[in-house]
């Protein structure tokens, strides 16, 4: 059975074994219709929280299945709620900027091919790019376990190569060799054509 991490839900199987959620919270409990992520179920959910529901994360906003909607849905989790402050804001300052270029397109479509992409347009700054490329990989997975995908489409998708103090050193030493033997071909050179002049 899928465990649905937002806060405050709990699940489980009736007798028919059919799944059924529920809204628990200061004593009072809710039934939730539907599936995470659909109309139904978040408007239940936004009701059974009343005023305290975060009004900037409102699903109303939001169309089923898109990305937006699962970021809606992540930064509700309890998950995302047992992080640290600081940890939630270096999260959002990232999930925020993937979901502002694509917010609107759909969960389910997102493909490997379409991950590597989006990394590679930020290979120029690998750090920056491994960080987004764990934010996209935890939406993904928290995707998978809410059963808004059945697979993890950065799976296979590997880190941008960060250059290390070595490979700066060895780069940089190789520059120096081929500086050095181009100098010492430019020095060589009048003697060189002198010598060749004799063959000729």
Known sequence: ?????????????????????????????????????????????????????????????????????????????????????????????????????????RVAMLKREHVRQIIDARAETPVAANNYLAMIRMLMRFAVETGLRADDPTGGVKKVRVRSRRDNFATNTRACACARARLSRRRAGPRKAASWSRWS
């Open 1 to 105: 059975m899928t465990r649905i991490r937002l806060a405050y839900v709990h699940e489980f199987r009736d007798r028919h074994g059919k799944p059924r959620r529920y809204f628990r919270r200061n004593g009072k409990q809710t039934t939730l219709p539907g599936i995470p992520g659909s109309p139904e179920f978040m408007a239940a959910y936004e009701a059974a929280f009343g005023d305290d529901c975060p009004k900037e994360l409102g699903a109303s906003r939001t169309k089923p299945g898109t990305i937006d909607a699962l970021i809606v849905l992540f930064y509700r989790s309890a998950a995302f709620r047992r992080l640290a402050p600081i940890t939630q804001a270096t999260y959002r300052n990232i999930i925020e900027r993937f979901r502002a270029e694509h917010g609107d397109k």
